[in-house]
C-alpha cells in the first residue's frame, strides 16, 4: 500500500512506524504538518491509500480526512483525550496505560478506535517512556489497524464512555501552574513524579538563585541532605537539591526565555548558573562501580556478572559532550583493566547514543573549536574501543542511535539490538561528513557502495533491515528488560566458552594487525578530521545554521525531499 505519515516532527515514534512499514513492503511517504495549504498539496502529491498520524499536534482539515481514512496515534488508552496524555498518566502514578489507534473527525481524539493497547508504566522519565515502552504498543496497535485495513470490513469502536473497557477521559492541558515544585512541603517522590512528567518538554519553570529556569531529568539520590530547595552537590554538570525528606539530582536547565531575546535550550546545570553562585557547593563525585549499586544519578555505571564486565552510559538525548566523552574513556580504560574477556557497552533503556552534543556546541563561546573539541574526544572513544584486542566488545543497544552514536557501536566487534531500535547512520541532515572511524568500521560491514547509500539517503534504518544489510549482527524481539536479561544468557555464553573466545580474541589481534598495515586507524583519523576541520571553521558551510536551527528548534518551511518517499 501507498501509506503517508503525516506528523508534526519526524520524531522517534514517526520514524520507528516509518521503518517497521517499509520492512513489511509499503510504500511511505512523509509530509510534515507545516499548515493545512502544503498538508493538501503533500497529500495530492503522494495519493496514499491510507494516511497515518503517528505525533500531530494539530487538527487534519476536513477536507482531508472526509476524502481519506486518517488514522492518529494517540498515546493513551480508550477514551483519554487531551495534548497531555503522557504528562498525566506519571503525575497521577498511573499503573498502566496504553496507546489508541483512532480514526480521524471533526472532534479531537473522539473517533472510532480502530486498535488499542496496554502496557505497563515504568518509573522514567516521559521522553524515556514515549521512546521505549509507548513506541512499542504504538507499533503493536499501528500494525494491527493496517491490518484490518488491508484485509477490509472492518467496523471500528465508536468511542463509548459507558463500556467499562474505556477507561481514560478528557483531560486539561498540564500546565505549569500543575508542575509548579514547592520544595517547602513536596516529597522527593512528588519532586520526581513532577521532573518526570515534564521531560524532556516543556520542563517544570522554578526559581533558583532568584532566577527562572525550566528543570530538565530527576533522578533520586539516596545520600545527600539539606535544606529543601538549597543546591547541595554538584556532579558532573548536574545540581543536586534538597527535598522535604531526600534529594533529587537535575542535569538540565533551560533558562527561561526572556520576551523578545533570543531561544534558550537545554544544558547542563552548571553551565548555565552563575559559578559564583556554586562556589560554596561541593562537587561530590561517583565512581561507575559505586553509582552500579546506589540509588544515585550517574551517567556511568559499571558492574560484573558471570564473567563479563557491563559499561552503561546514559546521556540526555543521547548527546555526548567533549567532557562525558572524556570520563566515558577514562571508564572504558578502567574496564579494560579489570578481569572479564568480554565487556559489553551501552544502557539498559533508550538510547544507546546520537553523537557530539550540539547544545554544548551552540552554547560554547567559540562553537567551531567547541566542535572540534567535541570530536576528538568522541574519536578517542571509539579509537580505544578499536584498538582493544584482549577482550570481545559488544554494544548492546536498547534504544536508538543515531550518526556518530552508530559510529561508536560499530566499533565494537559485535552489535546486538531490541528489534524496536532505530539507526540513523549518516550526518547528511547537519551538514557534516562525519569521523568516528566511520569510512573503516562501516565499509567493512556493508560493503562500499551500501555505506554511501547510507550516507546519501540519510533515512532511519530499523533493526530488522540493519541485521540484513550486516550493519548489525543480532536482533531481538523483547522489551527493553527482556533484551537485557538475553543480553546477560548469550554475553555470559561468550565467556564461559575459555576455548572458543580465545581463538576469537587471537584472530581478532591478527586482523587488527592486518588493517592496521594495510592502512593505519591514523590515517582514517586524519582524512575524516581534515574535512570534518573544513565543516566547522570553512566559510560558506551548512554546519553552523544546521545546528543552530536544530538546536533552537526553528520549525522547516517545507518537508525535506528525502522524506517525501
Known amino acids: 500500500m501507498r501509506i503517508l505519515l503525516v506528523a508534526s516532527a519526524f520524531n522517534s515514534l514517526s520514524q520507528r512506524i516509518h521503518t517497521e512499514l517499509r520492512q513489511r513492503g509499503h510504500q511511505v511517504g512523509v509530509e510534515l504538518a507545516l499548515g493545512d495549504e502544503s498538508l493538501r498539496v ?36 480508550k477514551g483519554d483525550r487531551g495534548p497531555s496524555s503522557l504528562d498525566w498518566a506519571i503525575s497521577t502514578g498511573a499503573e498502566e496505560w496504553g496507546v489508541t489507534v483512532l480514526q480521524a473527525v471533526a472532534e479531537m481524539d473522539a ?13 522514567c522519565g516521559k521522553s524515556e517512556l514515549y521512546r521505549t515502552d509507548v513506541s512499542d504498543a504504538a507499533v503493536r496497535a499501528v500494525m494491527t489497524a493496517v491490518h484490518y485495513f488491508e484485509k477490509g470490513g472492518f467496523e471500528p469502536e465508536p468511542l463509548d464512555y459507558s463500556n467499562p473497557e474505556v477507561m481514560g477521559q478528557e483531560r486539561p492541558y498540564h500546565s505549569q501552574a500543575i508542575r509548579r515544585i514547592d520544595w517547602s512541603s513536596d516529597t522527593s517522590a512528588t519532586v520526581l513524579r513532577k521532573l518526570r512528567a515534564a521531560d524532556s518538554q516543556p520542563g517544570v519553570l522554578d526559581e533558583l538563585y532568584g532566577r527562572e529556569y525550566f528543570l530538565h531529568g530527576g533522578h533520586q539520590e539516596d545520600q545527600l541532605r539539606g535544606d529543601p530547595g538549597t543546591v547541595v552537590a554538584t556532579r558532573d554538570g548536574a545540581i543536586c537539591r534538597a527535598t522535604v525528606d531526600g534529594a533529587v539530582w537535575l542535569p538540565q536547565l533551560r533558562p527561561r526565555r526572556i520576551p523578545g531575546g533570543p ?15 556554586l562556589v560554596d557547593v561541593p562537587e561530590v563525585s561517583v565512581t561507575p562501580a559505586e553509582a552500579a549499586i546506589r540509588e544515585t544519578w550517574s551517567e556511568l555505571r559499571y558492574y560484573e556478572y558471570d564473567s563479563v564486565g557491563y559499561l552503561e552510559f546514559s546521556y540526555a538525548g543521547g548527546a555526548m559532550s567533549t567532557d562525558q566523552c572524556r570520563r566515558l574513556l577514562d571508564a572504558y580504560r578502567q574496564a579494560c583493566a579489570r578481569p ?10 533508550d538510547f544507546f547514543s546520537n553523537g557530539i552534543h550540539l547544545n554544548v556546541i551552540e552554547a560554547a563561546p567559540d562553537p567551531a573549536e567547541e566542535s572540534w573539541r567535541n570530536i576528538n574526544a568522541i574519536d578517542d572513544v571509539a579509537e580505544a574501543i578499536l584498538t582493544t584486542t584482549d577482550k570481545l566488545v559488544i554494544s ?41 572511524y566511520w569510512t573503516y568500521t562501516l565499509p567493512r560491514r556493508v560493503g562500499t557502495e551500501q555505506a554511501d547509500r547510507l550516507m546519501s539517503e540519510a ?8 541485521e ?38 587471537l584472530d581478532k589481534k591478527r586482523r587488527r594487525a592486518l588493517d592496521e598495515a594495510a592502512k593505519p586507524l591514523a590515517a582514517y583519523r586524519s582524512e575524516e578530521l581534515g574535512r570534518m576541520r573544513q565543516h566547522f571553521y570553512g566559510s560558506g558551510e551548512l554546519y553552523h545554521r544546521l545546528r543552530h536551527e536544530f538546536v533552537t528548534n526553528v520549525r522547516p518551511t517545507a518537508t525535506p525531499a528525502h522524506l517525501l518517499g
Not at 572479564?340 to 539498559?348: E, F, M, R, S
Open 42 to 77: 503533500g497529500v495530492a502529491r503522494f495519493r496514499p491509500d491510507l494516511i497515518l498520524a503517528p505525533m500531530l499536534t494539530t487538527a487534519v482539515p476536513e477536507d482531508i480526512w472526509s476524502q481519506y481514512l486518517v488514522l492518529i496515534v494517540h498515546p493513551g488508552p
Open 111 to 123: 473517533g472510532p478506535i480502530w486498535a488499542s493497547e496496554a502496557f505497563p508504566m515504568r518509573l
Open 263 to 277: 531561544a534558550t535550550f537545554k544544558q547542563p546545570a552548571t553551565a548555565v548558573m552563575d559559578r559564583e553562585l
Open 340 to 349: 572479564v574477556t568480554v565487556l559489553v557497552l551501552g544502557p539498559a533503556r
Open 396 to 436: 548492546a543497544l536498547s534504544g536508538n542511535a543515531a550518526a556518530g552514536g552508530v559510529m561508536l557501536a560499530l566499533a565494537a566487534d559485535e552489535i546486538w539490538c531490541r528489534e524496536s531500535v532505530v539507526l540513523n547512520p549518516h550526518y547528511r541532515l547537519m551538514g557534516l561528513c562525519g569521523s568516528e
Open 459 to 466: 533515512r532511519p534504518v530499523g533493526a530488522r533491515d540493519a
Open 468 to 505: 540484513s544489510l550486516g550493519l548489525v549482527d543480532r536482533v531481538v524481539g523483547e522489551g527493553a528488560a527482556e533484551f537485557r536479561a538475553w543480553v546477560r544468557k548469550e554475553a555470559a555464553a561468550l565467556a564461559a566458552d575459555g576455548s572458543a573466545l580465545a581463538e576469537r580474541l
